[in-house]
């Protein structure tokens, strides 16, 4: 179980976290949608300090090293390549073989990183962080700038990483997106908890979507 306890979270004078409390299961996929969905996944992961409130897991405060973190808009050192970046991850997790996830994800492995394309990177990202076989995976706008079968890939990975016991915490835009993928989902807005649903839920979720402050875009 990981709990996240009354964060509170400042960013300038904006207050995109104020008092969020969570109980989020072990082994599932949690969607979470609306305004403060990236600020919350950077808070879990360390990124952002929060002003109040705590992280745990198992009554422990939540260790970065048991977690891996997917940015919304991935970001590469300047002259790796793709085929760098993989041996380098493999370097620290020797067990890991990309090959079923380049086949899943293809990227050009001799372009540099930070050159290619948005989808490329995401998808470059994507594999790097599945390399690592972490428990809790973080994935903030896994499906932005994707083509649909990009997008059916990467759903029916967090469903297949899902099943396998971890705990995937998944941002996104659209709750149309998450349907079916999650067991549950959390709505964000004015700083605080809107609405949590249940994976049978979500087409009510969806209706709601609009009617309430915080309530993402369809």
């Avoid at 072990?26 to 950077?42: D, F, K, W």
Wanted: proline share 6%; net charge negative; charged share 25%.
């Amino acid at each position: 179980m990981i709990t996240i306890d009354a964060l509170r979270v400042r960013d300038g004078e904006q207050t995109p976290l104020d008092g969020v409390t969570m109980l989020l299961t072990a082994n599932a996929v949690h969607g979470i949608a609306g305004e403060g969905r990236s600020e919350l996944l950077r808070a879990v992961y360390g990124l952002a300090v929060p002003e109040s409130g705590s992280v745990t897991s198992g009554g422990h405060p939540l260790r970065r090293r048991d977690m891996a973190y997917l940015e919304a808009e991935p970001h590469f050192w300047p002259g790796l390549t793709a085929r760098d970046c993989i041996d380098l991850v493999r370097r620290c997790n020797p067990a890991s073989d990309p090959a079923p996830l380049l086949k899943r994800l293809p990227v050009p492995p001799d372009a540099e990183a930070s050159g290619m394309s948005p989808a490329e990177r995401k998808r470059l990202a994507l594999i790097l962080l599945l390399m690592q076989r972490k428990r809790v995976l973080l994935l903030d706008e896994p499906f932005c700038g994707l083509d649909a079968e990009s997008v059916f890939v990467v759903q029916q990975l967090i469903l297949q990483l899902g099943c396998e016991g971890r705990t995937l915490l998944v941002a996104a835009d659209s709750l149309a997106l998450l349907d079916g993928i999650c067991d549950d989902l959390y709505v964000l807005g004015g700083g605080q908890v809107q609405g949590r649903y249940e994976h049978y839920e979500f087409q009510r979720a969806i209706r709601e979507a609009g009617s309430a402050a915080g309530f993402p875009k369809k």
